[in-house]
Every structure is written in structure tokens, then in C-alpha cells.
């Protein structure tokens, strides 16, 4: 099994500025197939980054995925009042299918 | 748009049996890989397991042995059951549409508690 890390698990910024969460693979993610999720509290999570760095429908582009091998990434590159959330990051290149801790972004 | 439905009781017994349902609209269902993933209050997501629209599973390790998941073509609907549950599986349960090669189109959840 794939065991995904992510740091901070606590990222304490202010609108405007930029944000950046790592996930880590203990195994490498062979054909980056790594996605992102955004959940806010009491909603369902919101597919966010897919295949590492493509962006689902919708999602504006100040939100950035990247990486390779067992190091990943996601940007946010100017937090706006919306994007304070839980954020997990998802591995689908083997089963069983993981997710890591989370990283929650607050003001 | 997929839209995604759960359904079923959101209070089972220790020893009973989970069941859910998932309403799909929107999208035909022999069309794509369906799943279902499980959040305790508070805590992060668990991956249960997915079907095709061949009826093919794939379960996470750690539930196999307590899991089931099928699908109905005719209500465009997929299922999950839980055997033997524990306080331990009380959860949001969500139905989600598995995209490309495996990341996932969520459902709203339905929180399941366990309890006497």
C-alpha cells in the first residue's frame, strides 16, 4: 500500500499570499497518478488537480498541481477567502486506492 | 453533470448490517467505474472499494472480508454493504464516479453512526 504524507498538516496564511502543500508517496506514483481534493466543513471534498497537474472543470487557475516520483505538489498562488479548507491529496496508481492526512489551510 | 444520491438509514446496531444505495443521474452508469469512500467524523478518507459496469470489484484490504458493492443497471444505481459493523465504521459514507484512472466525482455523504 501507497502511504501518503502531507506537511504542514496546519498552513496559517492570510488572503492574498501563497500557499504550498506537499504529499509525499512512500513509493514512487508511476504515471503521476496523483489528484487533489478541496474539502470545506460539511461539504463533500471537490476534485480539484488530477493526473498531478490538470485542473478539473471549474477550477480557476490560481489553484496548481505538480511533481513526480514520490514528491507532489499543490499551489494556490493568491488565497482568496474561499480557499481556507482541508485539502488531501490521492493516489491512483495502485490498489489499494489512498489518500493522505490532509493539510488544513487557515486564515 | 453526474449527480450522485445516497440513501439508507443513518443508524445501524453493532453485529447489523450497513446498507446504502446510490442514485446516479445525469450519467448512464454502464459508462464508467463507481466507488465508495468513508470519512469517521473528524478524520481523513478511506477508500472501500469500486464496481465497473461489468460488475467487476476491487476492495481495499483492510474491509474485504465485511464488503460488498453492486450495481443495478435497470435504476442507473450501485450499492454498498457492510457486514458485522462496529462503532469503529460510524462514517460519512460517499458515492463517487470514478474518472479516468481512478480519482473520483463525489456524492454530498450520508453520515452512518453505530450504535445501540
Known amino acids: 500500500e501507497i502511504v501518503l504524507a502531507q506537511s504542514p498538516g496546519t498552513l496559517s496564511l492570510s488572503p492574498g499570499e501563497r500557499a504550498t502543500l506537499s504529499c509525499r508517496a512512500s513509493q514512487s506514483v508511476k504515471t503521476n497518478y496523483l489528484a487533489w481534493y478541496q474539502q470545506k466543513p460539511g461539504q463533500a471534498p471537490r476534485l480539484l488537480i488530477y493526473d498531478t497537474s490538470r485542473r478539473a472543470a471549474g477550477i480557476p487557475d490560481r489553484f496548481s498541481g505538480s511533481g513526480s516520483g514520490t514528491d507532489f505538489t499543490l499551489t494556490i498562488s493568491r488565497l482568496e477567502p474561499g480557499d481556507f479548507a482541508v485539502y488531501y491529496c490521492?493516489?491512483?496508481?495502485?490498489?489499494?486506492?489512498?489518500f493522505g492526512g490532509g493539510t488544513r489551510v487557515e486564515i | 453533470q453526474v449527480q450522485l444520491q445516497e440513501s439508507g438509514p443513518g443508524l445501524v446496531k453493532p453485529s447489523e448490517t450497513l446498507s446504502l444505495t446510490c442514485n446516479v443521474s445525469g450519467d448512464s452508469i454502464s459508462s464508467f467505474y463507481w466507488s465508495w469512500i468513508r470519512q469517521p467524523p473528524g478524520k481523513g478518507l478511506e477508500f472501500i472499494g469500486f464496481i465497473s459496469y461489468t460488475g467487476s470489484t476491487n476492495y481495499n484490504p483492510s474491509l474485504y472480508s465485511r464488503v460488498t458493492i453492486s450495481i443495478d443497471m435497470s435504476k442507473n444505481q450501485f450499492s454498498l454493504k457492510l457486514r458485522s459493523v462496529t462503532a469503529a465504521d460510524t462514517a460519512v459514507y460517499y458515492c463517487?464516479?470514478?474518472?479516468?484512472?481512478?480519482?473520483?466525482?463525489w456524492g454530498q455523504g450520508t453520515l452512518v453512526t453505530v450504535s445501540s
Open positions: 463517487t464516479r470514478v474518472g479516468g484512472s481512478g480519482y473520483f466525482y
Open positions: 490521492q493516489q491512483y496508481v495502485s490498489s489499494p486506492l489512498t
